[in-house]
């Protein structure tokens, strides 16, 4: 059952008359980047919110899918293909392929979503980004230590936290960085484990039994959200109350999530595209930040573990799944 509503701010636009003039000669192109194939939900997101806009795939707008099935040093090969088929702007769907349509290309717009744009590099700053560079943040760092709370609420007792990161992703150290400070902040003891593939997700869950952890936090990573349905059954298997920013997890049967809309973003990210299309220059395009998040709680794996969810939570929540 949905509560809230996920609300980004309004940035402003002014003319680039160079694409502009590109617009009215021919039929819009936008190039699509993700390392994996998007989930079919966030691609239908983007779509919708293009239609909403008054483009119809096909059409009135041509949109080009790149991926590198996974593979991270492929993927500015996929970014360059979208430069040589002369899309008018890129989405790039993470910070990964966020990179490495920045390595390709200097000239063409880019639409991102990031976990730490400015950590990245990516934007000047975020009122004004400087380069060919806009979009939406997903704030990923700042969010670790709301996670870290909420899940404490749940598992009062929790002191050993596992902390599962992807040092392949460009924004997990800053991410990494922060959840280390705030679980010291509130008493908890991390453990941290690297999770690359679905081999070392395993491996990761039977290390934090053996170190004595109480719950699992998983930091955002390229790749994770496939991993999700694994995950949430190594986690009630070995009896790990886990934590994640998208609703993905839960959804799967894992315990709680906290943080952005995926397709909330990714329907706004056909925001940028339009007034980029229509004349705006990225660097006058201010990168959004979400002022809300989800919460979103597995009512039914809470009973699985033996945990009692608050109701002050429940109350709060944007979607409890029983």
Do not use: C, H
């Not at 220059?281 to 989800?294: G, M, N, S, Y």
């Amino acid at each position: 059952m949905k509560r809230r509503e996920f609300i980004l701010a309004l940035g402003g636009t002014v003319a680039w008359p160079v694409v502009a003039r590109a617009q009215a000669n021919r039929v819009p192109r936008v190039g699509v980047l993700s390392l994996r194939p998007m989930p079919s939900i966030y691609v239908e997101t983007f779509l919708q919110g293009l239609r909403d806009l008054g483009y119809v795939e096909g059409q009135n707008i041509i949109v080009e899918y790149r991926d590198s099935a996974g593979r991270s040093d492929s993927l500015p090969a996929s970014a360059a293909e979208l430069v040589k088929a002369r899309v008018d702007v890129i989405f790039a769907n993470g910070s990964e392929a966020t990179r490495a349509a920045r390595q390709v290309t200097t000239g063409v717009p880019i639409v991102m979503t990031s976990s730490n744009p400015l950590g990245l590099g990516f934007v000047g700053s975020l009122a004004r980004p400087e380069g060919n560079i806009t979009g939406v943040s997903l704030m990923a760092p700042e969010t670790s230590g709301k996670r870290l709370e909420l899940l404490k609420e749940i598992v009062p007792n929790l002191v050993n936290i596992a902390v599962f990161w992807n040092p392949n992703d460009p924004g997990a150290a800053s991410s990494l960085k922060e959840t280390v400070a705030a679980a010291e902040a509130i008493g908890l003891k991390p453990q941290i484990l690297e999770t690359v593939d679905g081999n070392s997700i395993d491996a990761a869950f039977e290390q934090a039994v053996k170190q004595g952890a109480q719950g699992v936090i998983l930091l955002p990573a390229p790749g994770m959200g496939v991993q999700m349905p694994r995950i949430a059954d190594l986690a009630l298997k070995n009896r790990l109350p886990t934590m994640y920013f998208s609703a993905e997890l839960p959804k799967a049967g894992g315990l709680v999530s906290y943080g952005v809309s995926i397709t909330a973003v990714s329907r706004r990210a056909a925001y940028y595209v339009d007034r980029i299309l229509k004349g705006a220059k990225p660097a006058d395009l201010p990168v959004e930040q979400p002022t809300r998040f989800e919460l979103v709680i597995n009512l039914k794996t809470a009973k699985a573990l033996g945990l009692s969810v608050p109701a002050t939570l429940l109350v709060s929540a944007d979607e409890v799944i029983e």
